[in-house]
């Protein structure tokens, strides 16, 4: 059981190229949330979902898309890159609880942009 | 819409000492209360979290939180501190489908 996995671990890019992040899970779980993590800004939630086949929106969702086209799987894409995304990237899952559910994190991806 | 705020963005207590991290919350429902710990170079895992009920909540490692509505806080506490302590901590509160949450506290630990 590996839990929450993200690829890549680390990865440079220049302002302007495009990149995917995967994040996989394999306990099943309903709900998929991607964040970033920026200094003295604790976590923001990019997009999220609820479901296979759907997303949401999160706090800061510019400059990024997502896809969860199966359920042990959510994709966040950035389609061109600026400095402003270069961030620490985590990846949550949990299955509804009314609320009370603990997210499970992955490792995270940290991403540089020049 | 719900929030919380942590104050103090670093604490640095010495080995066997009191650790005290304060969280307080703002929303208008009944709120799902969190705390998470982030140690270096890793992901978020739960410490322990409020619901409903009791409102003195355990977690893992010794760490527990009380939940005082009248003071809309969360704070969260470990009688001794370790060195094995030494993270970052989250507070966060539930809101619809999302966590909000905190900007977090450091804490090192003094030999």
């Known amino acids: 059981n590996a839990g929450v996995t993200q690829t890549p671990k680390f990865r440079v890019l220049k302002t302007g190229q495009s990149m995917t992040l995967l994040c996989a899970q394999d306990?099943?779980?309903?709900?998929m949330y991607w964040y970033r993590q920026d200094p003295g800004m604790g976590l923001r939630l990019i997009h999220y979902?609820?479901?296979?086949?759907?997303?949401a929106k999160g706090e800061v969702p510019d400059g990024y898309n997502v896809s969860r086209l199966k359920k042990q799987n959510f994709l966040l894409g950035l389609e061109s890159a600026a400095p402003s995304q270069t961030s620490v990237y985590f990846c949550?899952?949990?299955?509804?609880?009314?609320?009370?559910?603990?997210?499970?994190f992955g490792p995270g991806t940290r991403l540089l942009v020049l | 819409a719900q929030s919380v705020t942590q104050l103090g963005s670093h604490v640095s207590v010495s080995e066997g000492a009191l650790v005290l991290l304060r969280c307080n919350y703002s929303?208008?429902?009944?709120?799902?209360l969190f705390w998470y710990v982030q140690y270096p170079n890793q992901g978020l895992q739960l410490l322990l979290k409020?619901?409903?009920?009791?409102?003195l909540v355990k977690g893992i490692n010794g760490f527990e939180a009380e939940f005082k509505k009248s003071e809309t806080s969360f704070h969260l506490t470990k009688p001794s501190a370790h060195m094995s302590d030494a993270a970052e901590y989250f507070c966060?509160?539930?809101?619809?489908?999302?966590?909000?949450f905190g900007a977090g506290t450091t804490v090192t630990v003094r030999a």
């Open positions: 949550a899952s949990s299955f509804p609880t009314m609320g009370q559910e603990t997210q499970y």
């Open positions: 306990m099943n779980h309903e709900y």
């Open positions: 979902s609820v479901g296979e086949g759907t997303t």
């Open positions: 929303s208008s429902v009944p709120p799902y």
């Open positions: 409020y619901t409903t009920g009791a409102t």
């Open positions: 966060a509160v539930r809101g619809g489908y999302k966590l909000s």
